[in-house]
């Protein structure tokens, strides 16, 4: 099939929103592969937002995510879930965001807005390497996925 896999990454649990965002990709009907809450290290931090390092706000951005309240990391599979994550999501700046996507419904300024999610499939393998081990990532099988048409 052309199911693909991409990393999600809710950056707080401070907003209390992580079973709706989970609702989100649920009910869209892409399978949770792997869900786990941790504070990141500087190390998993800085080399998660690697391709910002040049940017001014990676310092802040960095010291946001290791700041102690966890982050949830989940990997999500489905049809096209890279592209369609990014659409749920809603565009970086939560001002310009799809009131409709998460961004666009629960944030209004860019440095919080909220959520992570891979952007191509080269960065969601890298993302999904970098935050879960093989053993954590299982291949199994949605009941929906054997009756439905792809
Ligand atoms: P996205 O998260 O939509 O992929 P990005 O990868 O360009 O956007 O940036 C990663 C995160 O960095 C983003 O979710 C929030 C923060 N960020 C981006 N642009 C910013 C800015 N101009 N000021 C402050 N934080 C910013
Ligand atoms: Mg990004």
């Excluded at 310009?96 to 393998?125: C, M």
């Amino acid at each position: 099939t052309d199911s693909e896999r991409s990393f999600v990454m809710p950056d707080g649990m401070s907003r209390q929103l992580v079973g709706k965002i989970v609702q989100r990709f649920e009910e869209r009907g892409f399978k949770l592969v792997a869900i786990k809450s941790l504070v990141p290290s500087q190390d998993l931090a800085k080399e998660h937002y690697e391709d910002l390092s040049a940017r001014p706000f990676y310092a802040g951005l960095v010291k946001y995510i290791t700041s102690g309240t966890p982050v949830v990391a989940m990997v999500w599979e489905g049809k096209d879930v890279i592209r369609q994550g990014r659409r749920i999501v809603g565009a970086t700046n939560p001002q310009e965001s799809d009131p409709g996507s998460i961004r666009g419904q629960y944030a209004v300024s860019v440095g919080r807005n909220l959520i992570h999610a891979s952007d191509s499939f080269d960065a969601a393998t890298k993302e999904i390497g970098l935050w879960f081990t093989e053993s954590e990532l299982p291949e199994y099988t949605l009941n929906l996925e054997r009756t439905n048409a792809t």
